[in-house]
């Protein structure tokens, strides 16, 4: 699962393996270490959030000093894992005008290669529309 931090915004992208993860496990999650000491790290995850009430489709993130967990209700996960939907997105507002913008898509194969830091891709999704310039929201 690759995370992306941009300002006030967090971008996941999972491969379809991941994808089937949190199908079928309702959570899956990564690991970086930050630092030699193993308690510098972040952890990051996407769970199902299974104390959600039917038609809450409302995402949340839950930051506890050094995990961040991105909790999508379950009929809103179970959408985004069992049709070609490619993305689901939210928008967190906190009061002033702050707010943080959660991006999940499928991770699709690239249609230019980095090629300083070449990825296997291997488990991406095929690109539905190479011409387009990459992967696209339903």
Excluded: H
């Excluded at 005008?97 to 291997?122: A, F, H, M």
Aim: proline share 8%; with cysteine; charged share 25%.
């Amino acid at each position: 699962m690759k995370l992306r931090i941009r300002g006030n915004s967090i971008r996941l992208r999972l491969q379809k393996s991941e994808v089937d993860t949190f199908r079928t496990q309702g959570t899956i999650e990564e690991l970086v270490r930050l630092g030699p000491d193993p308690n510098q790290s972040l952890t990051y995850a996407l769970c199902k959030d299974p104390f959600r009430e039917e038609g809450d489709d409302q995402i949340l993130t839950r930051w506890n000093g050094s995990a961040l967990e991105i909790r999508v209700p379950p009929g809103l996960a179970n959408q985004w894992t069992d049709t070609p939907l490619v993305s689901l997105a939210a928008e967190l507002w906190y009061g002033d005008g702050v707010y943080t913008r959660i991006l999940i898509e499928k991770d699709y194969q690239c249609i230019n290669p980095n090629r300083v830091w070449p990825e296997d891709e291997s488990d991406a999704f095929p690109n539905p529309n190479p011409s387009c310039g990459g992967a696209f929201s339903q």
